[in-house]
Structure formats: C-alpha cells, structure tokens
C-alpha cells in the first residue's frame, strides 16, 4: 500500500482532497535537481493592440503569422520586416493555428469555427471540409502532410473539451483525409475512461511529423507513439521521464436544464507530465514539463463536491530526442504561456498571452537563415472583413 | 477486553477501506441546477425598452407581436463576442433566418443604460432584428432568464415558449430549428 494511499485512508475522507502538502514521488521517478539553464533567447516578436498571434510557421527563412479575432495571416520577411502582403482565413473569433507543410505552403486549423485547409507561398487561402467524426461532430485540430497525404489529429487542440458519446462510442487518435473531407483511414483509439470529459481529457496529445512518421506525445502520462502508414499499430513507443505519480483523474460537471447547447461547466480534477509540447520536423521534442503538484483548496458553493485541483509547484522547458532522451533543461520566462511551436533549425516560439513571442535557438545551423533582430515588431491592423 | 480492541480497530479500518473503495470507483459526478427557464414552457418576462424609442413593454409583449419565432439573444457590452456579433450578425442571422423557412426574428437584449445600450448597438441594424435594453434591475433578471454567460440564446416559438437554450453564439443548426418555427 502506497503512501498515497495511505493517506487517504487515514483521513476518511474523499480521495483527491485528503492528500495536500508536498509533491508525491514514487520509486521510479526521474530527477529533477540539475538545475535548468537559461533559455537561450535570440529574438522577441511584440504583436500590435489588435493582432494577438495565435498561429506561427516557418516557411524556408520566413514566418507566417495568424492571429486577431478576424483571421488575419501575415509574413515576416528572413530580415524580420513586415511583407505587405495579408492573407485571411475563415474566423469566428481568435485561435488560428499554423502548422508547415510543404512547397512553401502553411497549413491552417482552427476551432473557431471548425476549420482547416491550406495557405500558398502568397497566402492564398483554400478552405477545406471537416469532417463529421465518430462522435458526431466536425471537430478540427492539428494536420499535418504525411506521405502525401492530410493527416488530422482532432485530440491535439488542448482547448477543445470533447464529450464523449454515452453509450460509448470508439474513435481513433487521428485520421486521414479523404479528398472529398471525409476519412479515409483511422490512426490509434481512444480509451473509454468513464465519466463525460475524462476520455478526451486522458487523449489529448502534442503531435507532429517527422519524415514518414506520424509523432505523438500524449500529455497526461508522457508516453510517445510513432505511427507509419497502412500500420493498425504504433511502430514505436516511448515514454517520457516522469517526475511525479498522476492522480487519478476526476470531474465534476454542472448543468442547467435550459441550457441545451454549451452549458456544461466542468471541473476537471488531474494533472498533466506535459503541459504542452512541439515536435520539430527533426523528431525532436520541447515539452514544457511540471515538476511537481500539490493539492490546492478552493472555498465552493456546498454543492461542489471536490473543493479543489491540482496545482503545478514548478514548470521548465525541456529539449528531447524523438524517442525521449533528454538533451537539455530551460528556465521558462514569467508570464502565461499559451502555445509553443518548433520551427526548423533548432528555432522554437514561445507565445506569451502579453503579446510575446520569444524566439530561442537550440543549436541548428544558425547560418541557414540570418538572424532575426531582438525585436520584431508586427504592426498589423486585423480588420473584419468589408462586407 | 484486548480483542474487543483489535476487532473494533480492524472493524473501523475496514470501514474506511470500504468508503475508500466507494469514493474512488465515482470518477464523475454530474450537478444539475433547477433555477431558470423551464422547456417548452412560457419563456420568462422581463420589463424593456426598443432601441427606437418606444416605451417600456413586457419582453413576452414583444414577442407576441413578431408573431412567429424569436431567437432571443441576451448579450453584454463588455463581451468581446458579443462586440463582433453585433458587426456580423445582421448578415449572419439573415441568412440563417432565410434557410428555415419560417418567419423567424431576433430580439438583441442587453441590461445597460440606454445610451450604452443605444451606442453598443448602433452601427449595426437589420429589419429583422429588434435591439432592446432590460430595464429591470441586470441581477434578477439574467437569473430569472437563467443567463449564466453571455452571450445566450434562446429560441422561442410562436406561441411564446422556450425550445431550445444556447450559450455562446453558435447559431442552432436549421434541422433543430425548422420543426419548432414551421409547425405553427
């Protein structure tokens, strides 16, 4: 019987909130005393009042940047000056999201609304469908080019929360396109892990490509999967360090009977190995880790049942091979952090919710694009559209 | 006297292995709150004012006199979303109203001042939307209209009652729509 849940015992009481206090470790965790080092920054990107970046590719020694609540897209040139050329993706409101293709093209997603398809080098916009999938819903998320053809990953978008079907419906991790928008093959499955949210919330993954591989990094446990074409399963698996025991995840979900649509309010009670990752075109990964948790009281009405989460104690970026060997450990800057992103050569965004883009090398051949100056600043007007 | 003890300790480990074993299997809990508009009844009816200058009237008022069904849309002036509503919306929701094949309308309701409501909405206007502010007090009307967030719609059929309640601003898709506005 392990300490935790000894614990538990103990106090008699419901299970997640009797174990506050320090972080809880196990036998074979991983050690997170080698200090971090500084993250080697080698440019800022300060977006205007009006474009909050949301989406950044890079494209050869460009950057295309999506953003705003109206879909704005623009370039950053190789000598970090504004092009004067706009794009503009369909957009109910911010969100955008950009992943690199090929022949210098961009691919897009978003669900804001549902949506994805491509950008051309002169951000020329081709809309495509999305389709309906096993639960009934067209649900869009990270895509990707693999072995020429459009793989999407609906578990990617973290900020999509996914109900799932009762009685329990299987579906896959992701799947391919089809050129009509439908699916034409399915990759991986979802577990059914009971409750409305905990099955989605137990999927959500970082993905990517790597040559002929399908990458993906599940955030609750850490473990990695590699999936190839016309495969039932992954080619191979892995496993982040760990760096303390998950607690069981739980939810709590309140409704009002009038509210047919988006009323469902969820508490989800857990704690994630890995906030968020980017898998680089290399295979390699940087993953922004927690370190640690703690039980964390919250005054609630009587009728909440778990008074409290999960709260992370310490946080660090940290620099992997494909197959999880660790290469490097960062310190991360203050501030909210909402999305990172690895472009080529080494060169990784951090998008920081005060309009922040931080840029940082990890080696690379810096001499295959000329460095961008310390600051680049996007003077963008996104606009709605002139109906 | 000893073994009374022991029977008694292991008796109340037990106990709470038990409650342990119970709390732990129950991963999802669902609350479900009573208060606000009940489906497929009367939608509830707040005191307001039209936009063009007409006096107070009872929102149920309003929507016997649009005749058919009223997507009824509670918004804030400080809502982001809702600030970008009122620039698409004129067009979004004519077209939306076109695809179900029944006389539908809006009512755009907000709880502010009258100049701030008038100045919220005034760069937008369709003749099939109604703009109007709440001049009950905002507190125990939203609860009484169950507006946990804004925006909120809420479709209300012909003969006044509430089918269908949205929060956000997804449009309700027309095969939801359709049999609740046609029927009439």
């Not at chain 1, 997603?109 to 999305?130: F, H, I, Y």
């Not at chain 1, 990695?224 to 698996?237: E, N, Y």
């Not at chain 1, 005054?299 to 008074?307: C, D, G």
């Not at chain 1, 946080?315 to 091979?321: A, M």
Request: glycine share 10%.
């Amino acid at each position: 019987m392990n300490r935790y849940l000894l614990c538990c015992i103990v106090s008699g009481v419901v299970v997640t909130s009797a174990c506050d206090g320090e972080p809880l470790r196990g036998a074979a965790l991983a050690d997170v005393s080698v200090p971090p080092s500084p993250l080697p920054v080698v440019a800022k990107i300060i977006a205007s009042d009006s474009f909050h970046v949301s989406g950044i590719a890079q494209i050869g020694c460009s950057l295309i940047v999506a953003g705003g609540e109206w879909g704005t897209i623009a370039r950053i040139n190789p000598d970090g000056r504004l092009d004067t050329v706009r794009g503009r993706v369909p957009s109910a409101g911010p969100g955008t999201r950009l992943e690199p293709a090929d022949s210098g093209r961009v691919l897009f997603w978003s669900n804001n609304p549902s949506t994805w398809g491509v950008l051309q080098p002169d951000l020329a916009v081709e809309s495509m469908t999305v389709p309906v999938d096993a639960w009934g819903k067209a649900m869009s998320g990270p895509v990707f080019v693999l072995h020429g053809q459009y793989v999407m990953v609906p578990f990617g978008d973290l900020r999509a929360r996914r109900e799932s079907p009762r009685p329990w419906v299987p579906a896959p991790l992701a799947y391919v396109l089809a050129i009509d928008g439908g699916q034409k093959s399915q990759i991986g499955r979802i577990t059914d892990r009971g409750g409305e949210f905990l099955s989605w919330a137990a999927a959500r993954v970082a993905a990517g490509v790597q040559g002929d591989t399908l990458v993906l990094l599940n955030l609750t446990d850490g473990s990695l999967m590699g999936w190839v074409a016309h495969h039932d399963s992954p080619a191979w698996t892995d496993t982040l360090p760990k760096y303390f025991e998950n607690p069981e995840p739980r939810e709590e979900v309140w409704r009002r009977p009038w509210v047919h649509v988006g009323g469902a309010i969820v508490n989800l009670i857990g704690a994630l190995q890995v906030e968020m990752a980017a898998i680089a075109a290399d295979g390699s990964i940087f993953a922004v880790r927690n370190y640690g948790i703690r039980w964390q009281s919250v005054k609630l009405p009587r009728y909440f049942k778990i008074k409290g989460g999960w709260e992370v104690t310490s946080r660090g970026l940290e620099h992997y091979t494909t197959h999880g060997d660790l290469i490097g450990r960062f310190l991360l800057p203050e501030g909210d952090l909402n999305w990172i992103r690895a472009g080529r050569n080494g060169r990784v965004f951090l998008g920081y919710s005060d309009e922040v883009i931080i840029v940082a090398q990890f080696g690379g051949t810096p001499g295959d694009c000329a460095p961008l100056p310390e600051r680049v600043i996007l003077d963008i007007n996104d606009r709605p559209p002139a109906w | 006297m000893k073994s009374l003890r022991s029977s008694l300790v292991v008796a109340l480990l037990s106990a709470l292995l038990l409650i342990q074993i119970l709390s732990v299997r129950d991963v999802s809990r669902e609350v479900v709150f009573q208060r606000g508009p009940v489906t497929d009844s009367l939608f509830p009816s707040v005191p307001v004012r039209l936009l063009e200058g007409r006096s107070e009237m009872h929102l149920r008022q309003l929507l016997r006199e649009h005749g058919g069904c009223t997507l009824v849309v509670v918004m804030d002036v400080s809502c982001s979303i809702c600030q970008r509503m009122r620039i698409e919306w004129p067009r979004r929701f004519t077209a939306w109203a076109d695809s179900i094949g029944g006389s539908v309308q809006a009512v755009w309701l907000v709880a502010e001042s009258f100049e701030d409501t008038r100045e919220f909405f005034g760069a937008s206007y369709s003749d099939r939307i109604s703009r109007a502010q709440i001049t009950s007090d905002p507190d125990s009307a939203f609860q009484m209209l169950g507006v946990i967030g804004t925006p909120m719609m809420y479709l209300v059929d012909a003969r006044g009652r509430m089918r269908l309640g949205i929060a956000g601003n997804q449009l309700p898709t027309p095969m939801s729509v359709t049999p609740v506005c046609t029927a009439e």
